[in-house]
């Protein structure tokens, strides 16, 4: 691919600066995989980490002040819809990318439900030329069966060649338990992993909101817990009995967290990742049919919030990812029941964890940022990114102190369908560093 | 806003007297009670209605007049521009209307658009020979072309200026008095 | 007195007990007027409805439109196969088109649950539900009660068996509502397939045993079972359904005599209700059909007036 393509400018508000000379002044340099915490600077020449201490009298680079900020291992968000190809009026690689950037993640991996799917090598160098340019590096998510069909497999092995880490037929669940085992044996050939969407459409069929006492009363189609909790529990027998990495994807109930707890406790080699929305949003908000709030899987009750939060504190879910889900307005202000599932999340998501979580003292800080950065890239089996001397700069700034107030107008996703719209965050990420090349806001 | 007393028009023994002669006159101008209704426009109306049927009894000794009571928020001409919504109570008119010489009955007119209203409301029940119409006050500044045919008293009135008519059945005393409103 | 102010009538959840009263009141005086010989009312002149009907449904259409006539509204009738909804139009393009016609007043009926509330945040105009999905049906509720006053004179402590279909009944989600509020205890009856979970928050017990229900009940409120639950597989039958939890003379019986019967119709017979009990001594269906009128004018009369009109 050619990375030489000229850089893109960020959006309005923001600087560019070349890393071929940038020191990164007065942060608090924060990597927990590094055990690093320090208020120092950090100098980059030519892309690539050159030194951690004070800048040297007399060094001729360019200097950001970046005080007040944590200086982080890039941010990734490893579950995100770009609907590129196929529905460019919700959301383009481009404008995802620059939301991603924005909201202070280096990299992404987009969920291969576009149409058509993405299910060779071809489409997957479509959609990896899209972001260059950008601050964020894009790994493409392949679909484990042909169209997402359900009825063959993709060509793993050179989707692999490609870059590819990670199959799913998000959105479509595998029904067919014997293709799932025959996905995670293929798959374990090559290390790759299966980040599956747990869901028996069988029970969920017809719902729009979590089964449960406001359903009734709305009296909204429910989808109960365990059309979650089932397929958790059939995926996890099938990755003991084969042996394959299974991921599984924004968990939201209680009962599926205990399920992965007690799988990881017998030493099988699955992991999880959560939403922010899952983590600060219980099924109560629907009251209103906002439709901003309609998301699969649906928000639960206040008890599966709070242990998702525990879940996610004691590493017994992993990752936190957004699944950020673009719709046009239209398409969204609509009757409740026929709207389309899904909420953006990309630019809202580490304000809103540190806001409600971090402040909160419900979830450490390195925790957070150890499920933003090491933790999605460790799961697909990336590269480590971290900040040590010699390393590619690859950096999220983060300002746990500044306060903002969400507002859908002001972003940079092609869609509006935030349920977060006029929260106040304390939190702000200030900028990127990654492909060398620097994302600031001013 | 309060209200300041101003003068008293009609008192307990005043109020008597003004009845009894609308109760001659009711009787002299239809010619005794046959065919005679009366009809209280609520509120304050209805408790006038029924005392001066009594009194028209009285007068004759040839039987009853039948009364009835009628709520004309739902006939008003300025529904939609009230700041609330006027609760709606019942009418209750136990006889057939029609030929009949009615009566209608209220406390005070004013701007003639009650009477408009309850005159309206009557036509829905029936078509009645004729209909006319005693107030206890009439305070002038008319907006239609109504006149009452019994009145017991004319005041000449401000428009700042309000009549208030307070019967036992309702305020616990008799009394017409002249107020003004005063802004806190 | 204190009046009570409505906007929107959307459903009977939340709707204090004094706002039910009032509404409850005010159609004694329309049932009045309903007897009168020009049983009609001038005090909506120049105020105009539209009748926005995404659903079919002749009764609550034509309830809701004398309803209208009577209280001397201009009256507008949208059916969603006679308009440009069968175009896909949006409910948005449709909100915004009813705002450039001024009309006052919209009632809504629709197959999506929370529709009328989806309406009402985006016009001015004040919206009353008439049925939306599985949610409520309140006017439909309000006559309910408004018919029990009727028979029994007071709520407070009646006991309300519904039987039938709960999970997909707007109407026993307004009864529901509009019961507790007032006072009287509900019990529901019907197939486990049929009552959606949780309901007992709603402050509600359950039984599976119609024999005991009845006779636990004061009042039968029996709902319409579609044929469409034997299809998705809620079901077995409906020849079981009738021999299970149809209302049948027998079981009337079964159960200690004669109840308030009530059904808010169109009523399967044969199905969950039997000819005779429909046509029997305790059954105040027609009834129901009546006050749904006086209801309806007590709504759109409450709900005109006020502020607006007034800039």
Redesign the interface.
Known sequence: MNETLSPIKPPSGWEYHSTEKLALRGGRLFDPSAELDEQTDLIIEKGVILSIGAIPDGWNGEVVDVSGCLVCPGFFDMHVHFREPGFEHKETIRTGCTAAAVGGFTGVAPMPNTNPAIDNPGMVRFQQEQALGLPVDLFPIAAITTGRKGATLTEIGELRDVGVKVFSDDGSPLVSSEMMRHALEYTRMFNLVISEHCEDMSLTKGGVMH???V??????P?M?SIGEEIPVERNIQLAEFTGGRLHIAHISTAKSLDLIRRAKDRGINITAEVTPHHLTLDCSLLE??NADYKVNPPLRTVEDVEALIEGLADGTIDAIATDHAPHAP?EK??????APFGMIGLETAVGVVHTRLVSTGKLSLSRMVAAFSTAPRAIMGLHEVNLKVGQAANITLFNPDEKWMVDREQMLSKAKNTPFHGWKLTGRTRGVVNRGMAWIRK | MTEKLKQVIIDATGLERTLARLAHEILEANRGIEGLALIGIRTRGAPLAERLAKLISEIEHRGEVPVGILDITLYRDDYLMKLKTPKVRSTDIPFEINDRNLVLVDDVLFTGRTSRAAIDAILDYGRPARIQLAVLVDRGHREMPIQGDFVGKTVITSPGEEVRVRLKEIDNVDEVVLVETVND | MNQVRFNHLLGL?GLSQEAITEILDSAEVFLEVLKRPIPSVPSLRGVTVANLFFEPSTRTKISFELAEKRVSADVANFAASGSSMTKGE???DTARNIEAMKVDVVVIR?F????P??LA?RINASVINAG?????HPTQGLLDLLTLRHQVGQLDGLKVLILGDIAHS?VA?SDIWGLKTMGAEVKLCGPATLI????D??GVDVTFDIVEGLSWCDVVIVLRLQMERQREGLIPSMREYLRTFGLTRLRLEQAGGEKIIMHPGPMNRGVEIDSDVADGPGSVILRQVTHGVAVRMAVLYLISGGERGIE
């Open positions: 089964e449960g006492s359903a009734t009363r709305l009296g909204l429910g109960p209103g049919y239209d202000e609509v009757e409740f029941i026929s | 959840e949006t409910m948005l629709h999506a649950q929370g529709a509330h989806f945040e939306d999905g599985s949610h409520e707007r989600r959606p979970r949780d309901v928050l709603m």
